[in-house]
């Protein structure tokens, strides 16, 4: 679902990683985002989040990560739990 939409973008994603309920994209400038739902929400345990902070437990739609994780570095390769 995330990454039909991502198609359709200007930019779109140059490396992807997936879970099982949450995806990872790196665009061809380097910038990385995601979208899906964090691990084990049903079962109410936090797993891991999807890189947007605290709280944010689930991305209807592809969402870039802030820059301060990354700074002006570019990411070149990603990789998803399950």
């Known amino acids: 679902l995330c990454f039909a939409a991502l198609l359709r973008e200007a930019n779109p994603p140059a490396r992807l990683a997936a879970g099982q309920s949450h995806s990872l994209f790196i665009d061809g400038e380097g910038r990385l985002s995601s979208c ?3 691990s084990g929400q049903e079962s109410g345990l936090t797993t891991g989040l999807l890189g947007h902070g605290e709280g944010v437990t ?3 739609t592809t969402t870039l990560l802030p820059s301060p994780p990354l700074g002006d570095e570019r990411a070149v390769s ?4 399950a």
Do not use: I
Request: proline content about 0%.
């Open 58 to 60: 689930r991305l209807n």
């Open 36 to 38: 899906g739902k964090e």
């Open 78 to 81: 990603v990789s998803s739990g």
